[in-house]
């Protein structure tokens, strides 16, 4: 119970929204810039958290550590923009990338491998195509493909393993020579 105007109450305390965001909005920014690395988008995702949370107050306001809401708010935030920065920057370089060789561009053998690539599970099949045929990093393709570079460096482990089984040939070495 919390005392107000010299009585009691049930309602827990609620801090004034325009105090919690004078004593946070510093380090709630600090935190936008360590994620983003550029001041103007830091200011940016610490007033769009507050907004949220000032939108949000009656609840909010309520919570053991708001602070805690907004700092997750931002570090969402500050995912997203990066996620979508990478989107547009690879779509950037798409349109300025010659197009990938087409059927008629391969050799028998490089056909064959893209045949057996074709044939991998799925998430394998993908990895192994960001990988190689993008050249793309364990970190690129994890944002692509949604899950950690690890999660990214076992598919492709087991795609080339099953790849080097399949074609009988190949170790992993030779997928460099092979697929291009």
Known sequence: MTTVNGGTSTQPFREAFEHFYRREYRQVAALAYVLTGRSGTAEDLAQEAFVAAFRNWDRIGFYDKPEAWVRRVVANRAVSLRRRGITELKLLARLFRPPPPGPQDMDG?????????????KRQAQAVAFRYLNDLSLEE????????AGTVKTHLA????????????????EVDRHVG
């Not at 393709?141 to 950690?148: A, L, N, R, Y």
């Not at 087991?158 to 070495?173: A, S």
């Open 109 to 121: 053998e490089a056909t064959e491998v893209w045949d057996a690539v074709r044939a991998l599970p």
């Open 141 to 148: 393709i994890g944002v692509i493909m949604g899950c950690s």
């Open 158 to 173: 087991r795609g080339r393993h099953r790849l080097e089984r399949v074609l009988g040939i190949w170790t992993g070495e």
